[in-house]
């Protein structure tokens, strides 16, 4: 069947790709050699790395610049859906010994005009401590550090779990070369992932990183908004006499209830 937006999105793509073969003098050695790694990327399964990495993020800037409430970021490759429901205040799954120090994150829901949001559905999954996502890496138990929960009457959670590592995207594959080739290291800062889900609306993706991670900067990925960085406040445990020390961390989140992208910019058709 035919689709109007594909024709209109590649002929754009042809009148940008011929104004870079011009400026960057792109040889058909050149060409090939993109052929060839982009056959490599689909090879090693590291398209949709490849596209969150380096595109997703400036995606959602476009789509949503013009909207209020708390900023979208990545979604990524990592989501998986229907991970265990757990209470508010409640924990993530998580293995006996888990490495790494407690965190207690809490935060309110509200709509865009302050409104609390009851029972709003929130997917949370993370990186453990050492950067390692479970499902993805060799060794972690299925839905380890993942979970749905709902908003209380007020519109708030909290949640137990553990202060997140720095996550290294892989680097010995297709993506790895290309981040040898724009010469950028591979981490992303050490982040929360949130997916909001009101009973009356529609869904906000998100992440919070923490203030003072040596890749807020430099995120490898671009997904840092300053507006999701938070603090993380470490206490002492022994005061409640608890073994180990633990961290805090709060955000509020403002949620549209209608959370489509607005394009401003008129259609240019010719
Ligand atoms: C992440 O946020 O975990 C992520 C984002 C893009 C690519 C890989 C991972
Ligand atoms: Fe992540």
Known sequence: MKNQKVIDVYNGLVVKFKELVCEYEIDHNDYQALVDWMDQLGRAGEIPLFMDVFFETHALQEMYK????????????????????VQNPGMLPQRENEPGDALYFSGSVKD???????????????????GEYSYFAE????????GVFYTDANGNFEIKTVVPGNYSIPTDGPSGQFLKWIDHHAFRPAHLHLLFQPENGDRLVTQIY???????????AQGV????????EKHSGAEKGLKNDYYTAHLD?????QDKPVFNK???KN
Do not use: H
């Open 112 to 130: 865009v005009n302050g409104n609390p949001l009851a029972n709003t559905k929130i997917d949370m999954w993370q990186a453990d401590a050492n």
């Open 66 to 85: 013009s909207v209020k409430g708390t900023e979208p970021t990545i979604l990524g490759p990592y989501y998986i859906e229907n991970t265990p429901v």
């Open 210 to 220: 923490f203030e003072g991670d040596e890749y807020l900067e430099n995120d490898v």
């Open 139 to 146: 060794g972690i138990p299925n839905d380890n550090l993942r």
């Open 225 to 232: 908004r300053g507006s999701l960085i938070t603090k993380l």
């Open 253 to 257: 989140f403002e949620l549209r209830l």
């Open 266 to 268: 008129a259609v240019v």
